[in-house]
């Protein structure tokens, strides 16, 4: 393929990619997981809107819910892409030892609840640092915390 026909089909894939996380996004609704799981937290793919037609969830389901928007609605591709480090959930805070906030990066780009459209990892530091281990958004990391999340809302009934 030659270079201007790779630039054209990146800039679709851009394209495409704003495409979801705005049309997501415009149906967004922080809701803390307290509020909605009496858990403090719960890691959730957003599947559907609710009855008001509003997508419910704090930041990592935000970040999870654009992720599998952008695999396709596929949970192999988007399994593929954190566990070869295309994308991750990353996760930040006040400073690099506490966590307070999850941010997606995906094929070197990064995008939130906050910000609400991708941009470079400056974008999100200006508001948060990245911890020193958990943000790079480690595939187990985020096994293991969807794992855990369902078994507490399961135990809970939610």
């Excluded at 630039?7 to 704003?18: Q, V």
């Excluded at 967004?28 to 509003?54: E, H, R, T, V």
């Excluded at 990066?105 to 470079?120: L, P, Q």
């Amino acid at each position: 393929m030659d270079k201007r026909a790779e630039k054209m089909n990146n800039a679709d894939e851009l394209k495409a990619r704003d495409k979801i996380v705005s049309s997501f996004t415009s149906k967004w609704k922080y809701k803390l997981d307290k509020d909605q799981f009496g858990a403090a937290d719960s890691w959730k793919i957003i599947y559907s809107a609710d009855d008001k037609g509003k997508f419910v969830g704090d930041c990592e389901d935000y970040s999870l819910s654009i992720l599998y928007r952008l695999c396709g609605e596929s949970h192999l591709k988007m399994w593929w892409m954190l566990l070869t480090h295309q994308a991750g959930i990353c996760l930040v805070g006040p400073s690099k030892w506490k966590v307070s906030h999850a941010v997606l990066r995906y094929k070197g780009e990064y995008v939130d609840n906050w910000t609400r459209k991708f941009g470079g990892k400056d974008k999100i530091e200006k508001n948060h640092t990245f911890h020193v281990f958990y943000g790079y958004g480690w595939a187990y990391q985020v096994a293991i915390k969807m794992i855990i999340s369902k078994l507490v809302r399961t135990i809970k009934g939610n």
